[in-house]
């Protein structure tokens, strides 16, 4: 017997890019892109984390401290009580994929388009093998 909390169902809610503007952020190493006044739907765990920082985003732009009480207004405007459940994931991303009208884009950026020194390899010190 263990102690672990059940397995809850996976869900995936509705996200809103509320602004005028695109919105893109990375899950993973997956640079996602949100275009202008656009929805998709995504699992819960995307969507909040988009939301988290697209409401950090906003706040920043309008001078508010990301901590200020009104916070929670900013982030329900990323959402729009669109739910919706699968017995797995695997059949939720069908779910998601079937319905959606996405307007979003995800791709994977590599180290040059992200700006990002590529390591040099390392060469061995000396010679280790056995002979």
């Given at each position: 017997?263990?102690?672990?909390?059940?397995?809850?169902?996976?869900?995936?809610?509705?996200?809103?890019?509320?602004?005028?503007?695109?919105?893109?952020?990375?899950?993973?190493?997956?640079?996602?892109?949100?275009?202008?006044?656009?929805?998709?739907?995504?699992?819960?765990?995307?969507?909040?984390?988009?939301?988290?920082h697209l409401?950090?985003?906003?706040?920043?732009?309008?001078?508010?401290?990301?901590?200020?009480?009104?916070?929670?207004?900013?982030?329900?405007?990323?959402?729009?009580?669109?739910?919706?459940?699968?017995?797995?994931?695997?059949?939720?991303?069908?779910?998601?994929m079937n319905?959606?009208?996405?307007?979003?884009?995800?791709?994977?950026?590599d180290a040059?388009?992200?700006?990002?020194?590529?390591?040099?390899?390392?060469?061995?010190?000396?010679?280790?093998?056995?002979?």
């Amino acid at each position: 017997m263990t102690n672990a909390p059940p397995k809850r169902a996976p869900v995936a809610v509705n996200f809103k890019n509320h602004t005028s503007e695109p919105f893109e952020w990375t899950w993973d190493g997956v640079l996602y892109q949100f275009a202008p006044l656009s929805s998709t739907m995504l699992q819960d765990y995307l969507a909040e984390h988009f939301a988290k920082h697209l409401t950090d985003k906003v706040m920043n732009e309008l001078g508010i401290p990301t901590n200020h009480f009104t916070r929670p207004q900013y982030y329900n405007k990323c959402f729009d009580g669109t739910e919706m459940r699968a017995d797995n994931e695997t059949k939720l991303e069908q779910e998601i994929m079937n319905t959606s009208t996405s307007e979003i884009t995800p791709k994977v950026k590599d180290a040059a388009e992200l700006n990002l020194p590529v390591p040099e390899p390392i060469a061995p010190k000396f010679n280790c093998w056995l002979t």
